[in-house]
């Protein structure tokens, strides 16, 4: 199953109802270097997609060139089977939230609501229903006179949601909405943003750089390096079976030991560390004996208890370099085969062992949890 | 206080029924304050100099030109026994009693060498008639009585009522004549406001052009800066303080450079005309004549005032990201609407700030249309600058400029009212 993923770049396998689609779109700003470079991308009504990736990695780009506000070099953008690649933002009836929230601030809420119904010509009672909705629909139906200035970050971006949701638009994109708020905000506004995606059933094209917001919120995420996108995936398969190097640094916290390929049979590598150890890893994308890999491994899959350890667990010798403390979890950073952040996380339950720096461990995990990747 | 002290253990109920007090006794509100006030005023030292400076050479040259303007003692002060007279009489002919009081005065005017000052001031209401106050003081010493044969003898415009009336005028210190005239009217021999005959109608049209002319050098200061300061706005830092210093050149160059360097582009035999004739544009024959008029003092004081206008308008135009616009479009909006109902609205302070600047700075402007007005192209600033300068009525110049302040007083008022005033932004 394991190595089935390698494959799974591609897309359009797992969706049938195309909603919106990129076919071979390029971007390039200078005419020299492409920004994005061949994405291929196919999103389905009703799904939450989120562009994850490092800044620069062309994934703003990309929701620019959806929104209109960038045209593609080349390649096709299509929204419901029709190409849109020349027709203007105001046209394509996208709704929008921005990371600085974008509203006028010359406006009260209930201008700013009402600006998109306006210059849709609708009637002044169709425009007042509409706009009441929309703030309950965000819980902000007594904000409707104030002023931009006059409210907090948090209700801002509640207003500019409601904005963006007013005329019911079938597909919003939201370009790092959350980025500016507290973390504590910002986890309340990702349940909210979730449940009126459920409520309503649009589809959302969501941009951020937080893995975190990636993984909780979305349906599937496409994580974007250096123009491509490097998996598109279902959270809990990008985090427990990311396909190379650059996804498993990316997303949460990952080890990594270098090694070379020894052996590669059906679902199982055998690489030798480079202290000498051989050690059992799923193979992922290497192709042959002989090549270099790096063998990720995730903290929280590593034990250290004998009676814990899972059956068939490839067991190594450490040293504890230091423990940090970090309330629900104990992170212990020690030396494992030559490399010296190698990080085991163990819960902070009553009784849990206290390590102390120095001390010498036998630590173990399964060989499916140890993934043999490509070196960067 | 209630629930201060229901808060419990620390602040306890008899905190707040004790006022507090400092170390020696003193109730600390009042050493608070103390201390306080003593600061204000040693802050209040450091502005002292520029509070002084302000008062001396902006409060009290605007108040003496506002008194000048309706007061003038030259004929009271020197023409004592007349004006008593006139006070005494109000309303009457001029009698052998006047005459002989007019008599002493010109005597004693003759010993004190006043007769010009006083024939000046009869002069502003009554031209022609600073001669016969010379010419009378002259010959005063001899005049016998009867004085009123005597003195009309020596000129028969002396019964003239006309002169008579202007006297009356001049008598009192206090007076609305200068205004009168600087709305082009007058008092008849009978003491009514009346119009001056046409040909002589100067101030309320120049004031009327004044203003056109303003509106329109502001109207189109805003059509060119509007772009630019937009550009300005949106490029790069670096490129866009080049395009700055471009925009602040004429700053550092001498008004008059650039006021002779557009003489010399759009005169007759001029730069502009003669590239003109040269593409075979215009016939030589009939040259465009786009100086000493109106054309020419319009150009020059847009090139002049413009930068008055970009300056407010990129300081507004700077911080306003291109989110919104984008917003807008996303929400629906053509560029156009996006223009119109998002960034412009968000640019008004700039537009209000620049336009009054503009505005008021091209009503008083007075060396370019000095210099490439000619004859049409001349502002009321002209005309005070000639009772300054030329004709040395300091009370009509003053009148005429305080119509002028009064009017952009007005203006700045009715802004208030439609913008208001703290909606303005200069940077």
């Not at chain 1, 062309?58 to 027709?87: D, H, Q, W, Y």
């Not at chain 2, 009457?92 to 024939?119: F, W």
Request: hydrophobic fraction near 45%; include cysteine.
């Amino acid at each position: 199953m394991s190595t089935a993923t390698a494959a799974r770049i591609n897309p359009e396998d797992d969706v049938k109802d195309s909603f919106v689609s990129f076919e071979r779109v390029q971007k390039s700003y200078d005419g020299e270097t492409l920004v994005v470079k061949d994405l291929n991308l196919t999103i389905a009504k009703g799904e939450f997609l989120t562009m994850l990736g490092p800044s620069g990695s062309g994934k703003t780009t990309c929701l620019m060139m959806l929104a209109g506000f960038e045209t593609a070099t080349s390649g096709e953008i299509l929204l419901a089977g029709r190409p849109i690649n020349s027709v203007p933002p105001h046209k394509r009836g996208i709704g929008m939230v921005f990371q600085n929230y974008a509203l006028f601030p010359h406006m009260t809420v209930g201008e700013n609501l009402a600006f998109p119904l306006k210059v849709r010509g609708l009637g002044k009672a169709e425009r007042d229903a509409k706009i009441v909705r929309a703030l309950d629909m965000v819980q902000m139906g007594r904000l409707v006179n104030r002023r931009p200035a006059q409210m907090s970050g948090g209700q801002q971006q509640r207003i500019a949601l409601a904005r963006a949701l007013v005329f019911d638009p079938q597909l919003v994109l939201m370009d790092e909405p959350l980025g500016a708020l507290d973390k504590q905000l910002r986890e309340h506004m990702q349940f909210e943003i979730k449940r009126l995606h459920e409520e309503l059933g649009i589809t959302v094209v969501y941009v951020t750089h937080d893995q975190g917001e990636a993984l909780t919120m979305s349906d599937r995420v496409a994580v974007f390096n250096d123009g491509r996108i490097q998996q598109l995936a279902p959270p809990a398969e990008l985090y427990e079976r990311p396909v190379n190097s650059f996804v498993a640094q990316f997303i949460g916290e990952n080890n990594k030991l270098p090694g070379r390929i020894e052996a590669l049979g059906q679902g199982v590598a055998t690489v030798r560390l480079v202290t000498g150890e051989l050690i059992d890893a799923t193979p992922v994308n290497i192709t042959a004996a002989g090549q270099e890999t790096l063998v990720s491994i995730r903290p929280e899959r590593i034990e250290f208890k004998p009676e814990m350890m899972p059956a068939g667990a490839h067991r190594i010798g450490a040293q504890v370099l230091d423990v940090i403390y970090m309330g629900d979890v104990l992170r212990v950073r020690m030396k494992v085969a030559g490399s010296e952040d190698f990080v085991m996380k163990c819960r902070n339950t009553l009784g849990q062992r206290r390590f102390k720096p120095g001390e010498l461990v036998e630590i173990g995990w399964h060989p499916e949890d140890a993934r043999a990747l490509d070196p960067i | 206080m209630a629930d201060l002290s229901a808060n419990g253990a620390i602040t306890g109920s008899n905190v707040a029924v004790t006022p507090l007090s400092t170390t020696d006794g003193r109730s600390l509100k009042t050493a608070l304050a103390a201390a306080q006030s003593r600061a204000k005023r040693r802050a209040l030292l450091l502005v002292l100099p520029l509070l002084l400076f302000i008062l001396i050479s902006f409060v009290l040259p605007i108040g003496q030109m506002l008194l000048r303007s309706v007061h003038n003692d030259a004929f009271s002060a020197n023409m004592p026994v007349l004006s008593a007279w006139f006070d005494e009489n109000p309303g009457k002919a001029p009698d052998e009693a006047a005459y002989s009081a007019l008599v002493s005065d010109l005597r004693q005017a003759r010993a004190d060498k006043t007769a010009g000052l006083i024939g000046t001031r009869v002069n502003y209401d009554l031209a022609g008639s600073r001669s016969m106050f010379t010419a009378a003081a002259r010959k005063a010493p001899e005049l016998e009585p009867p004085y009123r044969d005597a003195v009309l003898a020596i000129n028969a415009d002396w019964g003239n009522p006309a002169l008579w009336q202007a006297m009356r005028s001049a008598s009192t210190p206090y007076t609305a004549n200068f205004y009168l005239a600087a709305l082009d009217m007058t008092r008849d021999p009978q003491g009514n406001i009346v119009r001056v005959e046409e040909s002589r109608r100067i101030y309320v049209s120049h004031f009327v052009k004044t203003f056109v002319f303003s509106g329109v050098i502001t109207a189109i200061c805003l059509i060119l800066a509007y772009p630019v300061a937009h550009m300005l706005a949106t490029l790069p830092l670096g490129k866009s303080n080049l395009l700055m210093i471009l925009v602040l050149l004429p700053f550092w160059t001498s008004l008059l450079v650039r006021t002779t360097s557009w003489m010399v582009l759009l005169q007759e035999q001029g730069v502009v005309n003669n590239a003109l004739v040269a593409t075979g544009t215009v016939d030589p024959a009939n040259r465009l004549s786009m100086m000493y008029n109106q054309t020419g003092t319009v150009i020059a004081m847009v090139h002049i005032l413009l930068p008055f206008m970009i300056l407010p308008l990129y300081a507004v135009m700077r911080p306003i990201k291109p989110h919104y616009v984008r917003a807008a479009r996303s929400l629906g909006a053509s560029s156009w609407t996006a223009f119109r109902q998002v960034y412009l609205p968000q640019t008004l302070p700039g537009i209000g700030a620049g336009a009054l600047l503009v505005f008021i700075l091209a009503v008083g402007y007075y060396i370019t249309p000095a210099l490439v007005g000619g004859a049409s192209g001349q502002m009321i600033s002209n005309f005070i600058a000639y009772h300054m300068q030329s004709s040395l009525n300091w009370s009509m110049a003053a009148a005429l400029a305080a119509i002028l302040l009064a009017a952009v007083l007005l203006l700045y008022w009715l802004y208030d009212r439609l913008v208001g005033i703290d909606n303005i932004k200069l940077g």
